[in-house]
């Protein structure tokens, strides 16, 4: 049966391309204006130069 082996393929083959490509299942969850502090992970604004929960530098 070739369609048993090729299905999970195909579905692990999406699923390794949606984690490379970047998790777009979060990022079609968030608003394009803000973004995620790599250090508290609170959104933030992306022209904000600084953190205002951490004080981190983005
Ligand atoms: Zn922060």
Do not use: E
């Not at 393929?9 to 394009?32: C, R």
């Amino acid at each position: 049966m070739f369609l048993m082996w090729i299905v999970p393929l195909l579905l692990i083959g999406l699923v390794v391309y949606a984690v490379s490509s970047g998790n777009i299942f979060t990022n079609a969850m968030k608003p394009v204006s803000s973004r995620m502090c790599p250090h508290c992970n609170q959104t933030a604004q992306s022209d904000w130069k600084v953190c205002p929960h951490c004080g981190q530098a983005l």
